[in-house]
């Protein structure tokens, strides 16, 4: 999807909402290996006491034995609770956590299984306290920044006089080059820039920062540098953070430099398709809830055959099934920004697929209808009674405009004066139907993957009447009367999108964030930036992954661990599903039965003991997926480059800080405790 | 327990070497007891594999003991504070090479949290007191063997610490080298500086260490100091000045080790050291600089070049003269 034409997201960033679940999924996973790792430990200490342990009990020691104890007890109520209802843990180890694009929302707590959760993350908590307290205890008392420092500097200086900057000159050749392999059409010059950019920059920061941070301290041991460092008043930890901190910094310093003449290289010539197309910022607002009549479900549209997903499809009226009903593609606003006037008008932008089912016209969109309708209207047979009336109202008030018109012209009126007379009455007739039925349409031509807004070249006159419809949706008097009777609220705005009777036989394609009000517009080179961040992440996730497992693998180990880890995060959403049972066409067995024996994937197994055979093995192999999803990085949300290709702002607070920076923590965090105690208990020195 | 005085405890300290699955390779150090006085020169004495670098890694806490203690300055030997007292120079200088002598000490200066002055001050002082003041910006690459011997002595003592474990610490010094780091290492201890070293080479151990312990397969064979270890009891050794080696003096000196019960068994020169004579050519060199060696003329055979009335005895006699 390198050169893929629309902004397109997979993924939904985290949400605020989402961040309470997230975290307690994160607690429980996170805890349970924390457990299982305590666990380990104290059975290996019964065994074998190691000489070097303290033969007398310290505060910390006491500490961590307490929250053992803690842990151990509340592991041992959860335990409890169920064996004794006769219920399964499943749901709470299904539970996908931090990493996962959506947490299931969470378990009310008055309930059984809302307990046994809680007790597994009051478990869990008590685990992550017990191992990280030592940590903890080290970082406020022994570790001192000057000394992290010291060896942050000291791999700045290795990796600068052992060359490794000069990696970045390669970029000298996509600088030079790109241009001749790059297709070229106007409109998406800055989109192909960006993304060329971007997939030159991610593997060679990646790739160098997998090098630097796998064979960093393993070259010190090897090389027994390290014992001049670990003989000096220098805690172990230290050299990680050390080394981590100084490849970071030589690391932002070269995507901040990239960055700059990237921007000059993308900046530069733009054209005006390109410009209007993707070199800003846009700041949108998106619908709530993607919903659709008419298609038989109302979570999805009609399926093309294509078998990746994301969009689905509308159908215009068909010629053949005149009775069938109208398709909307409906997106809900549960609320928007208040006071729009003639300085900040509403636009509503929109970029969908087109998929023809005869040849339609040369040079010619799919004509499709927007209406912007009253969120009160919770039923589309509600919404097209009085868009019927509306009509039927409009059409009778037109006419007596005409005679009206017709009148005037008869008195002498000049044509000019008639038709802004008549202009200006068309325009009230429209503001009293939306004053009147809270019903706004407008009909626009879709281009197949391009960027328009609703009203095109009208889209100040049609902003106004947005506007007017949205101030009075949002009156006070108006919101009051949305609470309905089951005390829910409804939505604010619903904007349907039908395809017109013009463009009948043709489909479109949408998805959640195709449509959306349109904020503001900020800087292209801000968003650039971000996008850039974004990266910058993924490289940081890639170096704490290489630096924690170089504390215990060799270079070589560490370096294709740290790979294939990271590799495995691109697939994260595959292998999730595989784990999770939802993939089409089953587990791995099934799937492999499936395609040796020539069955279709939507088809169920015959009911034999051999098709228990097949989905037993494949549980088996799921239980073991499920512990490996737990492990892998979700390295896609860190790719924003399609925010920036595509002209949408990147949020600073939702994307990058909750969405990247927060799950970055959440997923380094394990392991910098793990670096730390591979690192703390290791023998340093070679035997002999 | 340690005292002040005991800077080193080992308590059974053992060491066993395992594989990956913990079956055991090889028994490094075996039940080893050791005290280590303030301001004494110790040496650990041993062929190779005899346990005497494990030991120092232990004491270091590059590696945990399987069973016992080693305490340091009375502290364990894996606290990382005590590290704060000790300077350490590894057998071989295992320094980072891509910085220059000068960056080298700043690096360790800055582990021990010095002050930016007392570093470069101390730095300063440490590169002209290993004789590098010529070389210090000069990557540690580009060292000689020697040279990086000698920084690495220069970080271990960029602390001033208490406790100084050198490993090996004349290996890869020429003549000239060793001399100066064993004159250095006996001034550390005029200063009340507690030395541990291990060697192979025997005669500096000899030289400069008060007390040796000698171990062999992992275990403690030996532990006195120098003096009391080399001693033979059993014979006399008499030097005189002024006398030739002759019959009468011989017969004299049988009649009298006799008369005492003993019996005489070589009277002959005294020979030095190749050492002493290796650092007196090299000063006098020094003083008179031009070649000293000629060749025999005559047909003498190498090493007769000298012999009282040979040609090159003949010529050097001139050339003294002259």
């Given at each position: 999807m390198v050169f893929a034409t629309t902004f397109v997201l997979e993924q939904e960033p985290l949400q605020w909402w989402e961040l309470p679940a997230a975290i307690k999924g994160w607690v429980q996973i996170a805890g349970a290996v924390a457990a299982f790792a305590l666990a380990i430990f104290c059975l290996a200490y019964a065994i074998r006491r190691p000489a070097y342990a303290s033969k007398t009990w310290s505060r910390q020691t006491r500490g961590v034995a307490l929250l053992i104890a803690l842990c151990g007890a509340s592991y041992v109520l959860a335990l409890l609770a169920v064996i004794g209802r006769g219920m399964g843990i499943g749901s709470a180890a299904r539970n996908p956590g931090l990493l996962q694009a959506q947490p299931p929302p969470p378990e009310p707590v008055g309930t059984f299984s809302g307990l046994v959760d809680i007790l597994l993350f009051v478990a869990g908590l008590f685990a992550i306290l017990a191992v990280t307290l030592p940590l903890l205890v080290d970082l406020c008392t022994r570790i001192r920044f000057g000394r992290v420092l010291a060896i942050a500097r000291l791999s700045v200086k290795e990796a600068v006089r052992s060359r490794v900057v000069w990696v970045f000159a390669s970029m000298a050749i996509i600088f030079l080059f790109a241009d001749w392999f790059v297709p070229y059409?106007?409109?998406?010059?800055?989109?192909?820039?960006?993304?060329?950019?971007?997939?030159?920059?991610?593997?060679?920061?990646?790739?160098?920062?997998?090098?630097?941070?796998?064979?960093?301290?393993?070259?010190?041991?090897?090389?027994?540098?390290?014992?001049?460092?670990?003989?000096?008043?220098?805690?172990?930890?230290e050299i990680v953070l050390g080394r981590f901190c100084g490849y970071a910094a030589l690391l932002t310093v070269g995507i901040g430099f990239l960055t700059a003449i990237s921007l000059l290289y993308v900046a530069r010539g733009v054209t005006p398709q390109a410009a209007k197309e993707s070199f800003t910022a846009r700041v949108p607002i998106y619908g709530d809830v993607l919903s659709f009549s008419g298609t038989g479900r109302t979570d999805k549209g009609e399926s093309v055959g294509r078998e990746w997903d994301y969009r689905s499809y509308i159908s215009g009226p068909r010629v053949n099934m005149p009775q069938a009903p109208r398709q909307y593609a409906i997106w809900s606003f549960a609320s928007l920004p208040v006071g729009f006037s003639e300085t900040r008008l509403p636009y509503f932008e929109f970029t969908f697929d087109i998929f023809r089912l005869t040849k339609g016209q040369e040079n010619r969109g799919v004509i499709t209808n927007f209406s912007f309708v009253d969120g009160r209207y919770q039923q589309v047979p509600q919404f097209q009674a009085a868009r019927d009336k509306m009509r039927d109202e409009r059409a009778r008030a037109q006419d007596a405009l005409a005679k009206a018109a017709d009148a005037k012209s008869k008195q002498g009126s000049s044509t000019a004066a008639i038709q802004t007379w008549r202009s200006e009455q068309q325009d009230a007739l429209e503001d009293s139907l939306i004053d009147k039925f809270g019903i706004y349409e407008v009909t626009a031509e879709v281009l197949d993957y391009h960027t328009q807004v609703v009203g095109g070249d009208d889209k100040d006159k049609v902003g106004r009447k947005l506007a007017r419809l949205l101030n009075m949706l949002q009156d006070p008097a108006q919101v009051k009367s949305r609470t309905r009777e089951d005390g829910a609220t409804s939505f604010l705005l619903n904007v349907m999108v039908s395809v017109d009777r013009q463009s009948a036989e043709q489909m479109l394609g949408v998805a959640k964030r195709d449509l959306y009000l349109l904020a503001a517009e900020r800087p292209f080179w801000l968003n650039f930036i971000k996008g850039v961040m974004g990266m910058w992440f993924a490289t940081l996730l890639m170096l704490g992954l290489a630096v924690a497992l170089s504390t215990y693998l060799s270079g070589v180990i560490a370096w294709l661990c740290a790979l294939f880890l990271f590799g495995m995060g691109l697939f994260s959403d595959s292998i999730r599903q595989i784990a999770e049972g939802t993939s089409y066409g089953g587990g791995v067995v099934e799937s492999t039965v499936r395609i040796l024996g020539k069955l279709p994937g939507g088809a169920r197994l015959e009911n034999s003991p051999a098709a228990s055979v097949i989905t037993g093995s494949d549980e088996v192999f799921r239980f073991f997926l499920r512990l490996f999803a737990r492990i892998i990085p979700d390295v896609g949300r860190f790719d924003l480059h399609a925010y920036v290709a595509n002209g949408y702002d990147i949020s600073w607070m939702q994307v990058l800080f909750l969405d990247n920076f927060v799950v970055l923590l959440g997923y380094l965090l394990p392991w910098a405790v793990l670096a730390y105690y591979l690192m703390k208990y290791r023998e340093v020195a070679n035997p002999m | 327990m340690a005292t002040n005085d005991v800077v080193v405890e080992t308590r059974k300290l053992t060491k066993v070497y395992r594989d990956f699955w913990g079956r055991q390779k090889k028994v490094a150090l075996r039940a080893l007891n050791l005290q280590i006085n303030r301001g004494e020169i110790f040496g650990l004495l041993g062929p190779n594999g005899s346990g005497k670098t494990t030991t120092i890694k232990l004491l270091l806490g590059l590696l945990f003991p399987t069973e016992g203690d080693a305490l340091v300055f009375g502290q364990p030997s894996a606290e990382v504070k005590k590290n704060e007292r000790i300077g350490y120079l590894p057998e071989e200088s295992y320094l980072y090479r891509f910085l220059n002598a000068e960056e080298t000490l700043d690096f360790y200066g800055r582990l021990f949290k010095?002050?930016?002055?007392?570093?470069?001050?101390?730095?300063?002082?440490?590169?002209?007191?290993?004789?590098?003041?010529?070389?210090?910006?000069?990557?540690?690459?580009?060292?000689?063997?020697?040279?990086?011997?000698?920084?690495?002595?220069?970080?271990?003592?960029?602390?001033?610490?208490?406790?100084?474990?050198?490993?090996?610490?004349?290996?890869?010094?020429?003549?000239?080298?060793?001399?100066?780091?064993?004159?250095?290492?006996?001034?550390?201890?005029?200063?009340?500086?507690?030395?541990?070293?291990?060697?192979?080479?025997?005669?500096?151990?000899?030289?400069?260490?008060?007390?040796?312990?000698?171990?062999?397969?992992?275990?403690?064979?030996?532990?006195?100091?120098?003096?009391?270890?080399?001693e033979d009891v059993d014979k006399l050794e008499l030097q005189a000045s002024g006398v030739q080696i002759n019959e009468d003096l011989r017969r004299d000196l049988d009649e009298v080790i006799r008369r005492h019960g003993g019996k005489i068994e070589r009277v002959g020169h005294p020979t030095t050291s190749l050492e002493t004579l290796f650092l007196r050519i090299v000063a006098q060199s020094k003083a008179h600089p031009g070649r000293r060696y000629l060749p025999s003329v005559d047909g003498n055979k190498p090493g007769d070049e000298a012999r009282p009335g040979s040609a090159s005895a003949k010529i050097e006699e001139h050339v003294k003269r002259a």
């Open positions: 059409k106007p409109e998406d010059q800055v989109r192909n820039y960006v993304r060329v950019i971007y997939w030159s920059l991610a593997p060679l920061f990646l790739l160098t920062a997998s090098l630097l941070g796998a064979f960093s301290i393993p070259a010190d041991v090897k090389s027994q540098s390290i014992h001049t460092i670990v003989t000096k008043p220098v805690e172990r930890f | 010095l002050d930016a002055n007392v570093r470069r001050q101390r730095a300063q002082s440490l590169i002209d007191i290993v004789g590098l003041s010529a070389d210090k910006k000069r990557v540690l690459k580009e060292y000689s063997k020697g040279m990086r011997q000698r920084i690495g002595l220069a970080q271990a003592l960029i602390n001033d610490p208490e406790l100084v474990i050198l490993d090996e610490p004349t290996s890869g010094l020429d003549p000239l080298g060793t001399r100066w780091m064993k004159d250095l290492i006996v001034e550390l201890r005029e200063k009340g500086k507690t030395i541990i070293m291990c060697s192979h080479r025997l005669e500096d151990v000899q030289d400069i260490c008060d007390r040796v312990a000698i171990l062999y397969e992992g275990e403690l064979q030996e532990l006195n100091s120098v003096k009391v270890l080399l």
